[in-house]
C-alpha cells in the first residue's frame, strides 16, 4: 500500500482505536473490533480527504 508522504495510521491496541495522521490534521478513531478494522477506516478517513489509493485500483483494475 502507497501512503502518500506524511500519512501515518497508528493503532492502539489498548484503547482500540487508530490515531490518523494526515494533510497536516491528526484525528483519533474508533473504537475498534480489531486492527485490520480499525485500519481500512483510517484508510477510508483518508480516501474520502482526497487520498488515492494507487495500489488498490490497480488491483481493481487487473481482476476487471
Known amino acids: 500500500m502507497a501512503y502518500e508522504q506524511g500519512m501515518q ?4 491496541l489498548v484503547g482500540r482505536t487508530v ?3 494526515f494533510r497536516n490534521t491528526v484525528e483519533m478513531l474508533g473504537p475498534f473490533a ?9 484508510e477510508q478517513y483518508c480516501r ?12 481493481q483494475k487487473s481482476t476487471h
Do not use: C, P
Not at 9 to 12: G, M, P, S
Not at 34 to 42: N, T, V
Not at 48 to 59: H, Y
Open 48 to 59: 474520502d480527504r482526497g487520498w488515492v489509493d494507487v495500489t488498490n485500483e490497480r488491483e
Open 34 to 42: 480489531d486492527q485490520k478494522a480499525a485500519i481500512r477506516a483510517g
Open 19 to 21: 490515531v490518523v495522521s
Open 9 to 12: 495510521l497508528v493503532f492502539d
